[in-house]
């Protein structure tokens, strides 16, 4: 039966790997998996007795998550992440966070005539949670003062000073659809050409200029960053703020990677990356301001699917009532769990360690093989290389040669659906487009090594490849071997 509605999705971009998985496969001595960001360590003994001891769970959980452990989030928030001034209430529970980042600009009642912005180089689902929810997707520039709208003519801690009382902010569901309550005109005419990438287009290989690029509603921060580690300062955070308060934007910082900062990242209250929640940041008012985070990777959780999202009391409480009507319930076993391994701090200190050595040892290796590692990656769990300028160690000039020299990476694989019946054919997916980024997945794959294309993560992406730390020792050790 034909679909009612066909959602124009992106190709999910782990299947455009056959190839070079293929090719890593055929190491003899098997393949070494370095894209996926999933933990390969075990969950701590108590966390795994918490769920095992509440296998019972014969009654429906609370939805929005236990009060204790809605308490125990806030002070987490509070001692590690340097967040004042949280309820229990301004935190609602997230099976995982990623069905959180599809659908956060639903739930909040963003749809068609929005726009929602996330970074030039993102995890997919940001872009997939604007397409879901009908809104125009645009990829915005890491500095808040290259984003269309009004800008922030001072730090925001100024503009509380000038006028001496908060800046209003409306429910989302208040707003008029459209452009039509938004000062876009002005503040747009004072933009660069073309500074902006417009999703919606850049299947076609076309971006729109600022002109057209309305001012988002919502703009996802991801500090640090998935893939390339770049992480916010409090200043930054200050600059992000202070756009959206001048815009009536919702901010929303997807924090999963805050407390695997390394050295030359940034500092706020508390530990980790600064948190766009931290007083330093916010001056105490939390309006338009919402946190997600999960234990994917802190506490090697990824299984559990144990998240939340905190911050604003008021669009907080319209995503309780979205989610409690939408039965979006973490299960009575993992909230259990969730109390335990957040009372635990020693875990996610322990795993930083691990996965310090794991990336300095990869690092140390990608650059004796001619790589070159993103100097402004100071955080999170991947390393975002490219080929350095004097060329690879072996067998790899560097981006110049492409389809010629690849002739296969460049033709349809077998294993590719058929267009959707009633679609025209895809646009060119990332996995039939040759790049530097592919190239350089192809040289990885010949070692016997499976990593990402960056372009996986937006075309701004194209020459690099993420790098996961997230193997176990004996693989990251397999894998620096085949780099040398
Ligand atoms: C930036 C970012 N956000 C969210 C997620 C989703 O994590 P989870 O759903 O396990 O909480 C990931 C997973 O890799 C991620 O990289």
Redesign the pocket.
């Known amino acids: 039966m034909k679909l009612p509605k066909t959602f124009d999705l992106p190709r999910f971009p782990w299947d455009t790997l056959a190839e070079v998985t293929a090719l890593a496969q055929a190491h003899p001595d098997g393949a070494v998996d370095l894209t996926i960001?999933s933990p390969a360590d075990s969950v701590a003994a108590p966390t795994q007795q918490a769920l095992a001891e509440s296998a019972d769970a014969h009654g429906y959980p609370p939805a929005v998550g236990a009060p204790e452990l809605r308490e125990a989030i806030v002070e987490f928030m509070r001692e590690t992440r340097g967040v004042d001034g949280l309820a229990p209430d301004d935190v609602v529970l997230t099976i995982?966070?990623?069905e959180l980042?599809a659908s956060l600009a639903f739930q909040l009642g963003i749809g068609a005539g929005d726009a929602l912005g996330f970074p030039e180089v993102a995890?997919p689902t940001y872009e997939v949670g604007a397409i879901l929810a009908g809104a125009k997707a645009l990829r915005l520039p890491e500095d808040p003062k290259s984003w269309p709208g009004r800008p922030a003519k001072k730090g925001q801690g100024e503009m509380l000073g000038e006028t001496g009382r908060k800046p209003q902010m409306e429910s989302p569901k208040l707003w008029p659809t459209g452009e039509s309550g938004r000062d876009v005109g002005a503040a747009m005419d004072s933009l660069p050409e073309g500074f902006i990438k417009d999703v919606d287009e850049k299947h076609e290989g076309r971006s729109t200029s600022a002109h057209s690029s309305p001012i988002p509603r919502l703009v996802w921060l991801?500090s640090p960053g998935?893939p390339n580690g770049h992480a916010y300062s409090v200043a930054e955070l200050r600059e992000a703020v202070a756009w959206a308060r001048a815009n009536r934007a919702i901010l929303v910082a997807?924090e999963?990677y805050a407390l695997l900062d390394w050295e030359g990242a940034p500092r706020g209250t508390g530990f980790g990356t600064p948190s766009l929640l931290d007083e330093s940041v916010t001056d105490g008012n939390l309006e338009g301001l919402l946190v997600t985070h999960?234990l994917?990777k802190q506490n090697n959780l990824?299984g559990y699917r144990a998240?939340w999202i905190c911050g604003d009391p008021e669009l907080v409480a319209g995503l309780r009532e979205v989610r409690k009507h939408w039965g979006l319930m973490v299960p009575g076993p993992v909230q259990a769990a969730t109390r335990v391994a957040l009372a635990d701090v020693e875990t996610p200190r322990r795993q930083k360690e691990i996965y310090r050595t794991r990336r300095e040892k990869l690092m140390a290796a990608c650059e004796a093989a001619g790589l070159e590692i993103d100097s402004q990656s100071v955080a999170g769990l991947y390393l975002w290389v490219k080929a350095g300028e004097n060329g690879l160690s072996s067998g790899y000039a560097g981006g110049q040669t492409l389809a010629a020299a690849l002739p296969s990476v460049v033709t349809p694989q077998r294993s590719d659906p058929p267009a959707a019946p009633g679609r025209s054919d895809p646009p060119a997916a990332p996995g039939l487009s040759a790049t530097p980024g592919r190239e350089l997945a192809r040289w990885f794959a010949e070692r016997g090594i499976r990593v990402a294309p960056g372009d996986f993560y937006g075309p701004a992406g194209a020459e690099y490849v993420r790098i996961s730390l997230t193997a176990q020792d004996e693989d990251i050790d397999k894998a620096c071997k085949r780099l040398a």
């Open positions: 960001g995982g966070s990623k980042v995890y991801n998935n997807d999963c999960s994917s990824a998240a």
